[in-house]
């Protein structure tokens, strides 16, 4: 995707994490919060500000082979694993069983 994300930077380089969010969303807001204060290196990009081309995009590379609606944020872990919404103690969850040794 030719996607321009915004680079945050923190300790923990690996695993490589995208967190794809809504400008006026307060879960959103809370997810980076929390990769923020535990240090995780992420991306981010507020998808309902890209142009409609791009949001399409974006939607068809979260879906995958569903066509689920999708439930803002989404945490995808090194492209592989995606957490649709934000349940603390899950994204938790993935991100401690991620870190490496």
Do not use: H
Request: aromatic fraction near 10%.
């Amino acid at each position: 995707m030719s996607i321009e994300y915004t680079e945050i930077d923190g300790q923990i380089k690996t695993p490589e994490i995208t967190l794809y969010s809504l400008s006026y969303c307060s879960a959103c807001n809370t997810a980076r919060e929390l990769l923020t204060g535990l240090g995780y290196a992420y991306r981010y990009v507020q998808v309902d500000l890209l142009p409609r081309e791009q949001i399409r995009e974006v939607r068809k590379y979260l879906q995958g082979e569903s066509a689920a609606k999708v439930m803002y944020p989404v945490l995808d872990i090194e492209g592989e694993d995606k957490v649709f919404g934000y349940v603390r103690l899950k994204w938790l969850d993935k991100l401690m069983g991620k870190i490496p040794a």
